[in-house]
């Protein structure tokens, strides 16, 4: 089948030239797509914090460079490779942090592509979505039904799904309690607002009396400033109603400092999901307390596709609301200045058409 729109030989997209340097605005060529991807016109693209670690480098994963930022895209199909038959031109997709897959490795055929050894990363390994037009493996692009907004929906591509996700990790039921680390963050956001539609009591954790407002009205019931606190494992336990902790903390700060003390305030056969990344951090815990509170620590990386179709599902209930400001892709750069200075409150989304 042929394009339904006719595709540019160039496009504007927003490339790093070298490691910690500043985004280039600028012209590229648009990238054909082979036999088992698809070409996205990618409307909208969330920002991440990820983003800000591909361009410092601050992990110890190489870098394309040049390189295309973005992970969180969605938009489009315009153009498919000639073996791929199970999406439409027309149809919406978003390209997620997992570009692509082997689908043959042991952690493939478990559901696991997020673990596979050879999975793209869009972003960081292959081009990402601060481009107009991007390329993804077809059997990883998320199917976005078409009464979704594209714009509103593009930061639960990555946002959404990993706190999904690491929210399922923890094992917890409806009608128990997480706490939420860096709550008012992007990623904290949306994890109070899929906490609270899974049937979970909140705990929200940040700093400030603006983040403070921002997670009560997005379902916690319980805020604890770790800066003001003069005991924050005190605090927290006091939060939850019998006083022993909450079942599971979710660790999506940007800063290392709020993981050290989730195996002291998590409750005794809790569990303490680590999502966040700040860069050459480390989680500590007792080892004694770890072992007599029989305390389980994890990580969770991103979701699955089956994860990925789930978290969308949520949002296509109206379940999640991602808060958001909308900028033009042009002014990307000042997105990341922001984050530099720790002033982000929810999410950000660029349109490419700006």
């Excluded at 729109?5 to 985004?23: N, R």
């Excluded at 199917?143 to 593009?154: G, N, S, T, V």
């Excluded at 899929?194 to 319980?222: C, P, Q, R, V």
């Excluded at 494992?233 to 993981?259: I, M, Q, S, W, Y």
Aim: proline share 5%; glycine share 10%; charged share 20%.
């Amino acid at each position: 089948m042929g394009p339904i729109q006719e595709i540019p030989t160039e496009q504007w997209a927003q490339v790093l030239e070298k490691k910690g340097g500043a985004v280039v605005y600028k012209k590229i060529p648009v990238a054909k797509p082979g036999p088992d991807e698809v070409l996205v016109n990618v409307k909208y693209s969330g920002v991440c914090h990820t983003d800000l670690h591909a361009v410092n480098g601050d992990w110890p994963l190489d870098t394309k460079i040049p390189l295309v930022g973005g992970h969180e895209g969605a938009g489009v199909v315009v153009a498919l490779g000639s073996l791929v038959t199970d999406i439409q031109i027309g149809d919406y997709a978003g390209i997620k942090w997992i570009n692509g897959s082997c689908l043959q490795c042991d952690f493939c055929q478990q559901a696991d592509e997020p673990l596979c050894s050879k999975a793209l990363l869009s972003g960081y390994t292959v081009d990402g979505t601060f481009q107009q037009y991007a390329i993804a493996k077809a059997a990883h692009v998320a199917r976005i039904p078409k009464e979704c907004d594209l714009e509103k929906i593009a930061p639960v591509l990555c946002a959404g799904i990993t706190v999904y996700k690491g929210l399922k990790e923890s094992g917890i039921r409806a009608g128990q309690t997480v706490a939420i680390v860096g709550a008012g963050g992007g990623l904290g956001s949306l994890a109070c607002q899929y906490a609270k539609a899974m049937g979970f009591n909140i705990i929200a954790i940040d700093a400030g009396d603006d983040k403070k407002e921002s997670t009560a009205k997005l379902g916690a019931s319980a805020f604890v400033d770790f800066v003001t606190s003069k005991d924050v494992v005190k605090d927290v336990r006091a939060a939850t109603a019998d006083g022993l902790g909450p079942h599971a903390v979710l660790l999506v700060a940007v800063n290392e400092k709020p993981f050290q003390q989730a195996a002291e305030y998590v409750r005794p056969r809790g569990t303490v999901v680590a999502i966040g990344l700040p860069a050459n951090a480390y989680l500590k815990a007792p080892v004694f307390e770890s072992v007599i509170r029989m305390i389980t620590i994890k990580g969770s990386y991103v979701g699955n596709r089956r994860d990925s179709a789930e978290a969308i599902e949520f949002f296509r209930r109206g379940l999640i609301t991602v808060p958001y400001k909308s900028i033009g892709l042009s002014e990307l750069q000042s997105v990341y200045d922001l984050m530099h200075a720790g002033k982000i409150t929810g999410r950000y989304v660029v349109d490419t058409s700006k």
